[in-house]
């Protein structure tokens, strides 16, 4: 069973930046792949970015601004998040899963309890 943590989310203004954390414990940090999701106000949540052993997917409107890394030794992965708009207002979820098929849908088996993320005009 694997448990994850988000961190790092607060009220930023726009143009500015934030990096959330995902902490992981209580399995295999290296061999699974971590997505990033938000759901926003009235909004189903969505697919933001993935990280898999060696590849690194994002979505259209977070690409070029967005950066997914990972850090196996830490356990941890991270999103960190340039020139923020007020509609990437949304908490922001990180999740888990062993395959890389379907990584920008909702099929990961873990997921952590979200962290708010708020951007002003």
């Known amino acids: 069973q694997v448990q994850l943590v988000e961190s790092g989310g607060g009220l930023v203004q726009a143009g500015g930046s934030l990096r959330l954390s995902c902490a992981a414990s209580g399995g295999t940090f290296s061999s699974y792949v971590m997505g990033w999701f938000r759901q926003r106000p009235g909004k189903e949540r969505e697919f933001v970015a993935a990280?898999?052993?060696?590849?690194?997917y994002y979505a259209d409107s977070v690409k070029g601004r967005f950066t997914v890394s990972r850090d196996n030794a830490k356990n941890t992965a991270y999103l960190q998040m340039n020139s923020l708009k007020p509609e990437d207002t949304a908490v922001y979820y990180c999740a888990a899963k062993q395959h890389l098929g379907a990584y920008n849908t909702l099929t990961y088996a873990y997921w952590g309890q979200g962290t708010q993320v708020t951007v002003s005009s």
């Open positions: 990280v898999s052993w060696r590849d690194t």
